[in-house]
Structures are given as structure tokens and as C-alpha cells.
């Protein structure tokens, strides 16, 4: 069942490559150049597309995360970090900004936008330093806050997201082709939205910072601009990877119950989903995506997907003829290097290792490399969120 899980979870991941979904967007050269601005875990490849199919003048900067190989030819590369915003987060985000500066009325600003972009491309609002941005963000990822209201504090703490890029465009005609790695497929809140109008305010943001109990900075802080126009298409979104796996299920005779994308715990829904999968009828398919949080308070290693996982693998345990498989299209859940994990109703019984102390400390990773069930498949090329599937065999 290991083998149909895998398949199920690549053909989610296929149906939402760049290689595929791209290039029907790209529009015809402009009399002038095409400046293309790729930002995000699929910006190799969707920079590469561009290159192929746009003849003409076309220059650009795709940024990836530090290790993320390259091979473009006309687009100059540059690494950044992430989660957490580094220098080169901060010279990549100057650097967009200053590519976006040049463009002429003639010229075409193309940006390629994908998950990751938010930490990628950082510039901290005036009076900011990048150290007391880092702590920001730290905090936000470590405390189980939603993207949402993450990306919404990165956007009233920034320089180039919530619009800002598309500012410095003007007067070139902007064209943003977006993969989304958000619930609900919001553009603010895709890359924190640098080249759309931000319906948010500073007092939304600092709301998010009050409820979950964290300080935020006494500088940095400014309003967004909220009206913009420019062209904005979503060309792959979570929901095509439901439906390419649930197809997939389907091809190989398993019944799909598609449970849409999720929000929430990780452990909460991973035992929520785990009971309905001990009461599902024999030769189902439970497929869900979304993006989930770890509320982190143990020393531990993992992700929200191998969190699920372990989660799930407590509640179903006895129960050989359910198998699981939680990752991140992306290929990287967490802390990496795995995308996710494999579970089943053995889990527990195969382990040497108590599984409650191991979600307690949050080091679902720990747990699943020790026993030889984490998913490893490098960086996919794309990002469409989480992909959770369980079977029950027939």
C-alpha cells in the first residue's frame, strides 16, 4: 500500500508543475524587454518555462532556497533563506525592487510567484533590522498561527510585499502567474501578495501579534496600499492536487472521500481524520490537503505533516489495513530533509520508541527516520501545500 500512497501523492504533485500548468498563461513578448522576477520554491521552474516560450528580450532574478539548483540560462539565480528571512533574503527583495525600478512603458514585468516567497524576499520597513524581523517570525512559526495571519504581519513589516513590488513597476505593465500554497488561493496572502492591493490594516496585524501573545516591534510599521491594478492569475492551486490524487485513487480501485483542504492542529486533525478512517467502508481514499500548524513547545525535530502522521498512527493503532502517507508537495516538511511520513496501524507496534513521548517533544522526525518511514523526495519543483492520504484496503 506504501507504492499506491506514493503514487496518489505524485500525481497531486505532477498535476501542479510549472512544466505543465505554466505555460498557457505566459503572454506574447512586449516591444520591449520582459523583466521576469521569479520568487519561490517553483521559481526555477517556472523561470525555465518562461525562458523556453518568451523569444525576445528577456532578463530577470529567480530566488530560491539555499540549495535549490539551478540551470537557467538567461535568468540570474539567487538564494535566499526560509522559513526564516536571512542577508540574502534582504539583497534579493533590493534587488527585485531595483529590477522592477528600470522597467519602461514598453517593458513587461512578469513575476512568478510561489509558496516561500514571504521569507525569500524580505525587506524590513524602515527602522526594522532583519535581526527583530527574524525574532517576529520565529515566534509566529513556532506558536501554531495560521499563514494567513502570518503573511498578514509580514506585509505591515515590509518594504516589498503588500503591493509594494507592483509600486515600484509602474510604468510598465505587471503580469503576476501565481502557483498558490494558501487555503482559499487569497493573493495577499500568496508570498504576503507584493504585487496586489492588501485588504489588511496595521491594526489587524498587530491584532495577530497581541492574540497569540507576542511582542512586536516598536519600528517597521506601514500601511499597505489598497488599491492596485494589475494582472493576476492563478495558474495551479491546492485543489488541482486533490482532484489529479483523487483521480489517481480512483485509476487504482479505491473509492475517493475528499475532505478538502484543512486548517487547524496537525495532531488534532491527524486523530480526527485517523477516526474516520476506522470507520470508513473497506477500499477507501481519504484525501485532504491545506496547510495545518504545530503548536511547538518540545525540543524535537519534524513538521506539520510527520506530526499528523504520528498523531494518526496513536489513534489507528491495531489496525493493519489503514496506511497513511501526510507530506508537503514541496518535498520539504519542516525541518527537513523528508517531505513527510508514512503510517499505519503498525506504526506503534514497530517502534522502539514510545510514540506519545515523541509528539509531546514535537519530534515527529526523530520518530519516523528511526523507524525508516519518512518520505524523502527532494524539492518537487512546485508548491501547492500539504497532501494527506489514507487508505483502507479493499
Known sequence: MKDALERIFRAGVEACRAERVLAPHLPASPPGRTIVLAIGKAAVAMARVAETALPGRLTGLAVVPHGTAGGLERVELIHAGHPVPDAGSVEAAQRLLALAGEAGEEDLVLVLLSGGASALACLPGDGLDLAEKRRVT??????????????????????????RLALAAAPARLLTLAISDVAGDRPENIGSGPTVADPTTIADAKAVLARHGIAGPAAGWSETPKALTSDYWIVARPADAIAAAAAEATRLGYRPVLLGECDGEARELGRAHAGLALKAAKGTAL????????????????????????????????????????????????????????FDGTTLARSERAAAEALAA?????????????????????????????????
Open 138 to 163: 520565529e515566534a509566529l512559526l513556532r506558536s501554531g498561527t495560521a499563514i494567513g495571519e502570518i503573511n498578514n504581519v509580514r506585509r505591515h513589516l515590509s518594504r516589498i510585499k503588500g503591493g
Open 362 to 394: 514535537n519530534d515527529s522526525g526523530g520518530f519516523f527516520d528511526a523507524l525508516g518511514d519518512s518520505f524523502v523526495t527532494g524539492p518537487t519543483g512546485t508548491n501547492v501545500n500539504d497532501l494527506r492520504i489514507i487508505l483502507i484496503a479493499p
Open 287 to 342: 484525501i485532504s490537503g491545506g496547510e495545518l500548524v504545530v503548536r511547538v513547545t518540545g525540543d524535537g525535530s519534524g513538521g506539520r505533516n510527520r506530526e499528523y502522521a504520528l498523531a494518526a498512527a496513536l489513534k489507528m493503532d491495531g489496525r493493519a489495513d489503514i496506511h497513511g502517507l501526510a507530506a508537503d508537495t514541496d518535498g520539504i516538511d519542516g525541518a527537513g530533509p523528508a517531505a513527510g511520513a508514512f
